[in-house]
């Protein structure tokens, strides 16, 4: 795993004309934010070396290097969801890669089902901490120290500081935000609602099939982060209905410019 990291990282500092310290992993939600990102480099995953490609509809894969604003950011547009096959190592790689491209900072954007009774369709939740279902830990394997600990500490994954800085950009925007717990889960198929409710009772707010793997990967190197869920759906007894693909699409698309708007002005902060 060193190996392919550093041949990638050295492959993409070969071609990169900037070198940015804000990564953002652009989930559902933030396809929006990528196309006011200036001073556009994109480097397509195919062209990476050891980077998987994606697959998932509404999903395409490239590097996006440039500037949000005047910070430089190194933005994935693409990523790789555990249920697509892909191994946690997989899933994990560009966080890898990104931390030794020199990343401190990952923001990370998603789309989740809500299980606490008071959230909404369409709410926007800051993540506080999160609980992880995935049947495959990331970290399982050989521990290379050059990487992280062996037993990395996750009493505080989710930056407080930056948590308390969105919290002031959202008032400030007159954005109403909601904060809790994610729930990462193996997908493909989203939830019975006896799961929902066994989620919402062991500490969920929300539930998702991504960001977990990867914001273990970035604490375990150092990396700080920020990920902000969009409720695209409730998994609440008597509020439960059908759920989509296109519907959770759909009402991402819509609450995008709000997430967007936080997280540019969370990025010229930093
Ligand atoms: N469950 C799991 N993943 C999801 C959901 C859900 O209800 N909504 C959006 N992604």
């Known amino acids: 795993m060193l190996a392919k990291i550093n041949e990638t990282a050295t492959y993409l500092k070969g071609k990169m004309q900037r070198f940015p310290k804000v990564g953002i992993i652009l989930g559902t939600g933030l396809g929006e934010l990528a196309s006011q990102i ?9 062209t990476i070396p050891n980077f998987p490609v994606s697959t998932v509809e509404g999903h395409s894969g490239k590097l996006i290097i440039g500037k949000l604003g005047t910070t430089e950011v190194l933005a994935m547009q693409g990523r790789f969801h555990y249920y697509e096959g892909y191994s946690m190592q997989e899933v994990t790689f560009p966080v890898r890669v990104m931390k030794a491209l020199g990343i401190e900072t990952l923001l990370v954007s998603n789309a989740s089902g809500g299980v606490n009774p008071s959230f909404e369709i369409g709410d926007l939740m800051i993540i506080t901490d999160h609980i992880n279902t995935f049947p495959e830990h990331p970290l399982r394997g050989k521990n290379h ?48 609602p006896a799961e929902y409710v066994y989620f919402r009772n062991i500490g969920a707010d929300t539930v998702g099939m991504s960001t977990v793997p990867e914001v273990i990967v970035a604490v375990h190197s150092g990396i700080k982060v920020f990920a902000m869920s969009i409720i695209t759906d409730l998994g609440v007894p008597g509020k439960i209905v059908e759920v989509s693909h296109e519907e959770v699409q759909h009402i991402a698309n819509q609450v995008q410019p709000k997430m967007t708007q936080i997280m540019k002005e969370l990025i010229a902060e930093l």
Do not use: H
Not at 38 to 46: A, L, M, P, R
Not at 167 to 180: D, L
């Open 145 to 192: 120290p050059e990487l992280g600990v062996r037993f990395p500490d996750m009493s505080q994954a989710y930056s407080k500081e930056l948590i308390s800085k969105a919290k002031k950009i959202a008032a400030r925007n007159t954005i109403k935000v909601v904060e809790g717990v994610y729930l990462g889960t193996s997908g493909p198929t989203f939830e019975t």
């Open 38 to 46: 200036t001073e556009k480099q994109e480097i397509e995953y195919q």
